[in-house]
């Protein structure tokens, strides 16, 4: 069993900054590509960071230059660092995983339950 497990979000004021994290864990044998996406209200889930096994990044465009992805391969963490906020950000997050599952094969797709992110005056 694999569970991904995110915090850090909450309400920011504009300008402000945030930093999420998802942590996975269970029986993980290894983990190759990390992501966030967002869901805003009545819009669809859209990537907002991915990173690979060879940190590699890539960033949607309203996020370049004020987001920053990184993984911390000995915790199987994944965080994101959001500075200079809009109010435009505001969404659910969520994080996604690909994964090996110990003594399972092949690559499977984890999605965290998702953190609230608020930015408003």
């Known amino acids: 069993q694999v569970q991904l497990v995110e915090s850090g979000g909450g309400l920011v004021q504009p300008g402000g900054s945030l930093r999420l994290s998802c942590a996975a864990s269970?029986?993980?044998?290894?983990?190759?590509?990390m992501g966030w996406y967002r869901q805003a209200p009545g819009k669809q889930r859209e990537l907002v960071a991915h990173i690979t096994s060879a940190d590699s990044t890539n960033y949607a465009d309203s996020v370049k230059g004020r987001f920053t992805i990184s993984r911390d391969n000995a915790k199987n963490t994944v965080y994101l660092q959001m500075n200079s906020l809009k109010p435009e950000d505001t969404a659910v997050y969520y994080c996604?995983?690909?994964?090996?599952?110990?003594?399972?094969?092949?690559?499977?797709?984890?999605w965290g339950q998702g953190t609230q992110v608020t930015v408003s005056s």
């Open positions: 996604n995983v690909d994964l090996v599952v110990a003594g399972k094969g092949g690559v499977w797709d984890y």
């Open positions: 269970g029986s993980i044998s290894s983990i190759s590509g």
